[in-house]
């Protein structure tokens, strides 16, 4: 039986993926994954391609897809969820700034708080640094309570 709100397990080409840990990064980050609007599984894996070109990241791990309904603005449609457990050598803020730009790359807007989203990624935790700007907080604030975090990392094996 899955908890309230949670609908659905499922995988794509990469999720879930185990790709085991290297050497060579200072730092080991999860990063959250989501949307809904568009073929969520396709750009989940799109993403994941440009993830593996990318020198500054190592993929570690990828979650299954929890499918989910949405909170806030609840009249939109479900989500999917996903974590990626990474690794990086790039600060906290380089990390977010590059972040917002795959957002952008994949075509999300900000039209308004919890809007429809075609890629949404969040730092969850950054090894084991807490910051707390206007522009960034580590943890992410309900990173340790939101189903759409806690289902698809419980699921994971590193």
Not at 77 to 86: G, Y
Not at 121 to 132: A, C, E, G, M, P
């Amino acid at each position: 039986m899955m908890a309230d709100g949670a609908r659905s397990i499922t995988s794509s080409s990469f999720f879930p993926k185990y790709f085991g840990f290297k050497n060579n990064f200072k730092f080991n980050t999860l990063i959250g994954v989501g949307g809904n609007i568009g073929n969520t599984k396709k750009i989940f894996d799109r993403f994941i391609r440009a993830l593996k070109e990318d020198k500054r990241f190592h993929i570690v791990e990828t979650s299954p897809i929890l499918i989910n309904k949405a909170f806030g603005y609840i009249y939109q449609n479900d989500f999917s969820n996903a974590v990626i457990n990474l690794q990086t050598s790039v600060s906290p803020y380089n990390l977010l700034k590059i972040m917002q730009n795959y957002e952008k790359i994949f075509r999300r807007t900000r039209s308004f708080k919890n809007a429809p989203r075609t890629l949404d990624l969040d730092i969850l935790y950054f090894s084991q640094k807490v910051r707390k700007t206007e522009k960034l907080t580590i943890p992410h604030i309900g990173a340790n309570q939101r189903l759409s975090v806690i289902i698809p990392l419980g699921l994971m094996k590193a």
